[in-house]
């Protein structure tokens, strides 16, 4: 019998990999046949208004929160999503910052980003694109993002520290970040950390609170605070905010 690998002990490439084996299968379609996914129920739950969205915008979403219900995002905005899935999220910025305004979205696998942007067309949705690429090294010039959001994603980042250099490097002075994701209270057990589903599935790649926002301190954020939160036994979805000096 081949033993599965423990992500502890793969490479951050090799851990990439398996993120994207998964997200890859939740990014197909469920072909629900009667009524809502549970995705689309569940998105429901956290606020989104998504009666009005076809199925295939809904039936992948996997974020932990409802970031742009929280981020106060203003007419002609540049938004950035890191890791945007089946693109829920940036069609919700799409629709608050106006055809003035323009969201980004970024995602490493490609399957997520092939749905993304056949969702935008059947939303008819013209002030977005979706680029293919890793967090970790943004594919996004420097200073040139107003706001950054993101959902249920940066736990699945091996570096971090890596991924909240770039968010800085790429907002513009004075333009802020509103993360939602998992962080722990307490460290997780070995065998847990040591699981590759649960790794995949946001758990297993979490850190403590006080590391994740020391994280955002140290790339150079000010004003890093917790603006809501829901606890979980271990662990607890967070919205965070962060500010980039002017
Ligand atoms: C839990 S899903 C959340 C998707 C979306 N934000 C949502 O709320 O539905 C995680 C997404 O992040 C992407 N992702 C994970 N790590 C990434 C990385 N290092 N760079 C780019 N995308 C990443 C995955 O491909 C997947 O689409």
């Not at 502890?8 to 998964?22: A, F, H, L, S």
């Not at 742009?68 to 995002?73: C, G, I, M, P, R």
């Not at 890791?83 to 997520?112: C, E, R, Y």
């Not at 949705?125 to 890793?134: A, I, K, Y």
Request: a negative charge; aromatic letters at 6%.
């Amino acid at each position: 019998m081949t033993e599965t690998k423990r992500i502890t002990e793969m490479n951050d490439e090799e851990i990439k990999e398996e993120v994207r084996k998964t997200y890859a299968k939740v990014a197909q379609p469920t072909g629900s046949c009667c009524g809502p996914s549970t995705r689309s129920n569940y998105a429901k739950t956290l606020g989104y208004s998504v009666d009005d969205l076809p199925e295939s915008v809904t039936e992948s979403f996997a974020g932990c929160g409802n970031p742009t219900a929280l981020a106060s995002l203003k007419e002609g905005e540049i938004v950035l999503d890191l890791g945007s899935g089946a693109g829920l999220d940036v069609f919700m910025a799409a629709h608050q910052v106006g055809k003035t305004g323009h969201v980004i979205g970024v995602d490493m696998t490609p399957a997520m980003i092939e749905k993304a942007k056949e969702n935008a067309e059947k939303l008819g949705v013209t002030n977005v694109e979706f680029r293919f690429g890793d967090i970790e090294e943004l594919p996004v010039e420097n200073d040139s993002v107003d706001v950054i959001i993101s959902n249920c994603v940066i736990n699945l980042a091996p570096d971090k520290s890596k991924v909240f250099r770039e968010a800085f490097r790429v907002l513009r002075p004075g333009g802020r970040m509103l993360v939602s994701d998992i962080v722990l209270e307490a460290s997780l057990p070995q065998e847990t950390r040591d699981e590759v589903a649960s790794y995949t599935g946001c758990l297993g790649g979490a850190i403590l609170k006080e590391e994740y926002l020391q994280k955002i301190r140290d790339a150079g954020f000010t004003d890093v605070h917790i603006v809501s939160e829901a606890a979980f036994n271990i662990a607890t979805s967070a919205k965070i905010e962060a500010f980039k000096p002017k």
